[in-house]
């Protein structure tokens, strides 16, 4: 016999799907909702309703945001000749959080990934290269994408596509984390550390 | 500058305040959910909007239902003579999973936790002993409590409200976990196991 009510197995079935969230977290979460204050399941529903309504992708960057261009792209102090090119809007907040970069974005929505049939076309490269052909501003393109396989491969796909623009092309710096511990560290890094050493 | 788009920081935020859910995580999901077609994040949407207004409580065993009573309560193939009495519906669903018991439930809706402050007028303790009073059918109450410190003293305390009533009260086997290993066994359910030992 079916014991559960139907709408706590339909719940857990939607709560399921999301990354991360098996079964057993779905039904505890369903159960959290079902003895919190109706307020609050309500307040939940309709954040993730409104979700797609609200937000938009920006024309010019393709970062998130809720109105056309975005904050980054309509800010006149920020600087237009420096771009940084990230796989994800998460990564552009990661970099906004060090309040250390001054210019601005673009979201690629992506990595060159073959064996998940993701491939240039499918990312948004070629709107930075027209982006990049219409904006004289632009000096400096940072490529900020993950240092992984996918991320390097879709680094240098990106560097060939604008090697005939008259940008400067950068990558982020890869060695040892802040914090970390040399003896911790892979070969790799380690070796990209040494090779990437700076004078004190 | 905050750049978070307003219905994503809503978002993330109504997310953080599930348990075991940080802002990490809270962001994470939401970006999956801003990726995914919108129909997903509507039906998710949707089932937590109906959950309250669709579940609500037996008014007999406080097990949560879409009907009333329950489907357990009007199911006259069950045991009525043995109820189950337990911390909360989640529990129900374990029991009912082993296929093993036959008979009927009782939801406490908690546990008696002083430093929390649950007292047993929090719980349906008295709803309990009224309900056994009124129906002449109950012989036995299984304390399905869980085996912790709270979940003992909440059993200690059933068992004397419930003294004068002519039911046998019993609790469930302590004892080794099936497929356990006797060697990481803690000491208090080794003795246990010992002392509830049963010929072979």
């Known amino acids: 016999m079916q014991l559960t009510p139907a709408p706590i197995a339909r719940l857990i079935d939607e709560l399921s799907r999301l990354p991360g969230i098996g079964p057993k977290t779905a039904s505890r979460l369903t159960f959290y909702l079902l003895r919190s204050p109706v307020e609050q399941a309500a307040a939940l529903a309709k954040a993730i309703g409104q979700l797609h309504a609200e937000v938009t992708m920006c024309s010019k960057c393709f970062n998130i945001t809720e109105v056309e261009p975005c904050l980054v792209c309509r800010n006149e102090n920020r600087d237009h000749s420096i771009i940084c090119v990230v796989e994800e809007p998460l990564?552009?907040?990661?970099?906004?959080?060090t309040r250390d970069y001054q210019g601005v974005y673009h979201v690629l929505?992506?990595?060159?990934?073959?064996?998940?049939?993701?491939?240039?076309?499918d990312?948004?490269?070629?709107?930075l290269?027209?982006?990049?052909?219409q904006d004289?501003?632009?000096?400096?393109?940072?490529?900020?994408?993950?240092?992984?396989?996918?991320?390097?491969?879709?680094?240098?796909?990106?560097?060939?596509?604008?090697?005939?623009?008259?940008?400067?092309?950068?990558?982020?710096?890869?060695?040892?984390p802040v914090g970390g511990d040399l003896e911790y560290a892979d070969e790799i890094t380690l070796s990209r550390a040494l090779s990437g050493r700076s004078e004190i």
Do not use: F, W
Not at 91 to 97: C, G, L, N, P, S
């Open 91 to 97: 990564d552009v907040m990661a970099i906004e959080r």
């Open 109 to 121: 929505h992506g990595v060159i990934a073959p064996a998940e049939g993701v491939g240039p076309e």
């Open 123 to 127: 990312l948004k490269i070629a709107e």
């Open 129 to 133: 290269v027209q982006r990049i052909q």
């Open 136 to 176: 004289s501003r632009v000096r400096e393109v940072i490529v900020a994408t993950n240092p992984n396989l996918e991320g390097e491969a879709t680094a240098m796909y990106m560097a060939r596509q604008l090697q005939n623009a008259k940008v400067k092309i950068t990558r982020l710096a890869r060695g040892l």
